[in-house]
């Protein structure tokens, strides 16, 4: 990313709270430190795929390929 926007990034991720607490995953730019608040997904994409609702990283991460292998253009989740 560096090469392309010329800024640092440096994700900080706690391995066994990834999933149930987003906060403390950060992008930061050095100027600025954000973290991601809440994921919401959609409800209706879940269920018409058969998708669980995930309750690991590596769940959440298997769910997004379930959407994408769908082949279906939809928006799965939106993250504030």
Known sequence: MKEMYD???KYEVIPDAQFT???QVRLSTGEVLSGVMAVGYNKTVFKKLG??????YDDFRKALDTVKNSGKDITPISCL
């Open 7 to 9: 800024i640092n990034v």
């Open 21 to 23: 607490n987003l906060s």
């Open 51 to 56: 998708i669980e609702i995930p309750k690991t």
